[in-house]
């Protein structure tokens, strides 16, 4: 095949000299056809093995099952693999065309020798990237950083080959080359801080299982509140709910507080904690018509009677004095309004009750008694979640009125006085 190249690009040279003309300007004549000849025999060699890689990887990709090939093909695969034989064919011309102009001979001889390690490279890199693709479509793989991993690997391939290409441009020995490249590493560390401060977080994230893609995260530090979209060697990208993104560097997921909320999805119920703040001075014992009135509710009407024979029976074989409310046993109606409440969460459809259910008192504030809600609901989905919660606190505000209670309200002169 040498031979053959050879003797194509000699023969013009020889013809030209038998015409009469001069050493040099058959040279100058026959370099400048044999370059046209070159740019001609260049062009079909590509676009015959373009025709045939593509046209054979795309038969391949419909023929079979698997969606690697597929992935190939999208990426363009067999495109670049088409454009590195013709160039491996300059390169093996070039020393002949300018066998008689050796300084341009060993230019562009570089040239085209840095051109082949760069489209490597690129052929590598999309090599990666179907394969990047293709773990994505398995659920086993799907939710890993993946990303992180094949840039690693492509930075250590661009750094062999920006090694490569300095090597071949300046002709320095490759061990020569290693060991000044030794020497400055501190300088290449500090360049690449941030790309190996990501590339172990990238190691610690997958190992620990700490983020997955899809994972909904919480990120105050970076204004990050939704999914978790793609994680890389430098960056995670967050799509927030408000459909913004938010990028965080890949390193702060090991160095910084965050909130995932896998562990919720994964759970039989989404957490319900919200309080209403009720006015101390509404609190009260109840008198016994009071109670009558009370039993008329039902979801406490059995408790009211049962509390009732109780407390009275209690009350009379001590003999307590009922003309002071505060003596002996009593109802009040925030501790009625709270058995209430449990009542009504345990009959509400939308909440999981084989989870932790109550309704708590707090400690007192300035500003009232917070009366919390402590439950679980079945739907965990954001629009479901709010509006099961939302429901049942509307029916508390509603219904607290009916034991006497208030809630506390800020108003302007409750805020002088603070």
Not at 110 to 119: C, D, E, F, P
Not at 162 to 169: A, E, G, N, R, V
Request: aromatic residues 12%; glycine residues 4%.
């Amino acid at each position: 095949m040498y031979k053959l190249i050879e003797k194509i690009f000699t023969f013009l040279y020889l013809v030209l000299r038998k015409w009469g003309l001069g050493n040099s300007l058959a040279s100058y004549f026959s370099l400048v056809l044999n370059i046209i000849i070159l740019c001609v025999l260049a062009y079909v060699i590509y676009a015959i093995f373009r025709l045939v890689l593509v046209t054979i990887m795309a038969v391949i990709a419909q023929k079979t099952k698997t969606k690697f090939d597929d992935l190939l093909v999208t990426n363009k695969t067999a495109k670049y693999i088409a454009h590195l034989i013709p160039l491996l064919f300059i390169y093996k011309s070039v020393p002949i065309i300018l066998e008689r102009f050796e300084y341009w001979e060993g230019f562009f001889g570089k040239l085209v020798g840095i051109y082949i390690i760069i489209l490597i490279l690129w052929i590598i890199r999309t090599i990666f990237n179907a394969l990047r693709d293709y773990l994505k479509l398995k659920p086993r793989y799907s939710d890993k950083p993946i990303d992180s991993f094949i840039q690693v690997i492509m930075i250590m391939l661009w750094v062999i080959g920006i090694t490569l290409i300095i090597s071949k441009l300046f002709e320095i020995d490759k061990k020569e080359l290693l060991t000044i490249l030794g020497a400055v590493s501190a300088v290449i560390i500090l360049i690449f801080r941030d790309t190996i401060l990501g590339f172990v977080s990238s190691v610690q994230v997958s190992i620990n299982d700490m983020v997955r893609i899809g994972d909904w995260i919480t990120m105050d530090k970076f204004g990050a509140d939704g999914d978790v979209i793609e994680i890389n060697l430098a960056t995670v990208k967050v799509r927030n709910f408000d459909n913004t993104t938010t990028t965080i560097p890949t390193y702060s997921l090991s160095s910084d507080s965050f909130q995932n909320w896998r562990g919720m999805l994964n759970s039989d119920g989404r957490r319900i904690k919200r309080h209403i703040l009720i006015k101390t001075s509404s609190i009260r014992f109840l008198e016994e018509s009071e109670l009558n009135d009370l039993k008329k509710i039902h979801l406490i009407s059995d408790y009211i009677g049962t509390r009732k024979l109780e407390i009275d029976d209690y009350n009379s074989k001590h003999k307590i004095d009922k003309s002071i409310a505060i003596n002996g046993r009593n109802l009040t109606n925030l501790g009625l309004f709270r058995k209430y409440i449990t009542e009504y969460l345990f009959n509400y459809p939308g909440l999981n009750k084989d989870m932790l259910m109550l309704c708590r008192q707090l400690q007192s504030t300035s500003h009232g008694v917070p009366l919390e809600v402590y439950a679980f609901s079945h739907d965990k989905r954001f629009e479901n979640y709010e509006y099961i919660m939302s429901d049942i606190f509307d029916h508390i505000i509603a219904s607290i009125k009916y034991f006497d209670l208030e809630i506390f309200e800020t108003t302007a002169e409750s805020e002088s006085q603070v």
